[in-house]
């Protein structure tokens, strides 16, 4: 196991390296994508992602949106498309892009990094995907 999270935190490391402010995301992807990662699962209100690798899983739990019981606000496509662009365009932080997913509805999403996709999930089901560029680091 530690051979995931010793490689993981590298992959981490080098994106933040490669990660240009504008339009980063898909450095970020590309280069966890090298480092064997295959998918991000992120459940938006505990702020927890979990990260499935060639070296096996590794969950990373950041500080939970929401403590005790709340209703799920719905789901927004336009507000979360709004929080996608404000984030593409460097405008945000990554605490800031979850809680924008969050008041948009938004209870988990994955990246398919060899798909280049990520799918974002309402608590009813509903759902937005996007593809996204593939880059050469």
Known sequence: MNDAITNLRAALERAEDVRPAVGGFPHLAETLRQHGVTHCRMAVPSNAMLYLTAYGPVAV???????????????DSGALVTALRSDQAGETTFPEFVRGCWRAGVVWYEVDLQARTCTYVGASGDSYREEYAAVTL
């Open 61 to 75: 739990q950041g500080g939970p949106l929401i403590t005790g019981m709340t209703g799920v606000p719905d789901f």
